[in-house]
Nanobody, 122 residues
Framework: QVHLVESGGGLVQAGGSLRLSCAAS????????MGWFRQAPGKEREFVAR????????RYADSVKGRFTISRDNAKNTVYLQMNSLKPEDTAVYYC???????????????WGQGTQVTVSS
């Protein structure tokens, strides 16, 4: 069982930055691929970024490439999402997810956090 808790969301102006954190309560954190997804009101949950167990392989949605950076600290059982140059269309609830498969699909992730709200004002 993996318990995930996100933090770091909030309200920011367009062009600003936020860093999200996701703390995992699990003994074998390094066995898991970690992903970030987001869901805006009335829209389907969408892939944002993911990172391999070692941190050596990362993937991003085209909409955030060059602006967002995913990283992990395996000693702290934590994954981060640094979000720069934020846009109003980045407004959503952001979810952390964990699984052992490398996937961009939310269907493939077994474990989810409760989500943290990110609101970008224009």
């Amino acid at each position: 069982q993996v318990h995930l808790v996100e933090s770091g969301g909030g309200l920011v102006q367009a062009g600003g930055s936020l860093r999200l954190s996701c703390a995992a309560s699990v003994r074998t954190f390094t066995r898991y691929v970690m992903g970030w997804f987001r869901q805006a009101p009335g829209k389907e949950r969408e892939f944002v970024a993911r990172i391999s167990w070692s941190g050596g392989d990362t993937r991003y949605a085209d909409s955030v490439k060059g602006r967002f950076t995913i990283s992990r600290d395996n000693a702290k059982n934590t994954v981060y999402l640094q979000m720069n140059s934020l846009k109003p269309e980045d407004t959503a609830v952001y979810y952390c997810a964990a699984d052992r498969t490398h996937s961009d699909s939310f269907y493939d992730y077994a474990y989810w956090g409760q989500g943290t709200q990110v609101t970008v004002s224009s």
